[in-house]
């Protein structure tokens, strides 16, 4: 019958397709890690919203839906630009307005614009209690996490031309790849299998210990966004296209081969962005649902 080769296939395909759809934001590991990190500094305020809203799917685990728009962005299309920012080549800055546009120009399709659109439907909502149910906040909720994410991965913040390291093509180690698919999985795979015992929650454990130790005197400024706002978006994205021409891009020439030098330089760079994008997740949902606001039933 070769049922079993069948099956085989299916699962060759479904390694394909993560491959595929890995290619434009952190992998699944990175998602999760960065909303795991937020979890644990949610306040009971936000615990309870995000309980609430999230879908049975997740379990009562935000971390578990955290991919979720990578895995519907060829059903929704229209969600795709809102997964990075392309900003113009070799100027290692961001600012929204010129940048804040999809490929076809429209302003704010682009994933800081998408985090100010999903904090504001949240907002609408858990702020103001006479506004009119026009969203689904289950979404909101799960590209909020998602983007926040993305937003923190510096090829994300990359340049147009080369479509944020999407059509540089390297080694990593003696694999051909692309740059924006290192910094999405690799660097994070290598370092789950090289440093720690093939085990995510390791990884996680450990940015986590860096967070109440080492950086715990910076949590202030991670969190802080100017003039009360709720949320802040376009430092996370300046930083990003910074430590893109800094690290990531640099010495990463088309054909080259990326190995221990590049691996262990970078690793650094890649855990203290996983960790203030779940401070920072963490930080805007607090805000987002803050008590003072009365809670619309959903
Ligand atoms: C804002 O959210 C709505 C609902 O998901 C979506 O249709 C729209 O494209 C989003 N726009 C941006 C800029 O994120
Ligand atoms: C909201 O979105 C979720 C995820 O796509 C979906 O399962 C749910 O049915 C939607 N809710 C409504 C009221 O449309
Ligand atoms: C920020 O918000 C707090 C509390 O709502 C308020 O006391 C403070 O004056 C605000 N600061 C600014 C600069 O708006
Ligand atoms: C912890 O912080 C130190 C000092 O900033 C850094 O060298 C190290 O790479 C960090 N480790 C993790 C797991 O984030
Ligand atoms: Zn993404």
């Known amino acids: 019958m070769g049922g079993g080769s069948g099956l085989w296939w299916v699962g060759r395909v479904l390694v394909l397709v993560q491959l595929v759809t890995g290619i434009l934001g952190w992998g699944k590991e990175g998602h999760y890690a960065v909303c795991k990190i937020a979890e644990e500094y949610l306040t009971e305020d936000a615990v309870a919203a995000v309980k609430e809203l999230l879908p049975d799917s997740a379990e009562g685990d935000l971390a578990a839906v955290c991919s979720w728009p990578d895995e519907i962005r060829f059903h929704y299309r229209w969600s795709s630009a809102l997964h990075y920012i392309d900003t113009p080549d070799f100027k290692c800055n961001y600012q929204y307005c010129r940048d804040c546009h999809d490929s076809a120009g429209l302003k704010d399709r682009c994933v800081t614009g998408a985090i100010l659109n999903y904090t504001n439907q949240l907002t609408s909502v858990y702020q103001n209690s006479n506004s009119v149910f026009q969203y689904n906040l289950t979404e909101a909720l799960m590209f909020l996490a998602h983007f926040i ?85 376009d430092p996370y994205a300046s930083e990003s296209v910074s430590l893109a021409c ?18 262990l330089s970078r690793l650094p760079i890649v855990e203290k962005r996983l960790a203030q994008g779940g401070i920072r997740l963490a930080a805007t949902l607090n805000r987002i649902f803050a008590s003072q606001g009365k809670r619309a039933k959903a």
Request: aromatic share 12%.
């Open 246 to 263: 800094k690290f990531a891009y640099k010495n990463a020439t088309p054909g080259s081969t990326l190995g221990d030098d590049y691996f």
């Open 149 to 233: 994410g993305d937003v923190h991965q510096p090829l994300h913040v990359g340049f147009t031309g080369d479509l944020g390291g999407n059509t540089i093509m390297v080694h990593w180690y003696r694999r051909k790849t692309n740059l924006h698919h290192i910094w999405d999985d690799m660097i994070i795979d290598s370092a789950v299998k090289t440093f720690y015992g093939s085990d995510l929650a390791n990884m996680i454990q450990a940015i986590q210990n860096n967070i109440t130790d080492d950086w715990s005197n910076q949590l202030p400024l991670w969190e802080y966004c100017q003039n009360n706002r709720t949320v802040c978006p």
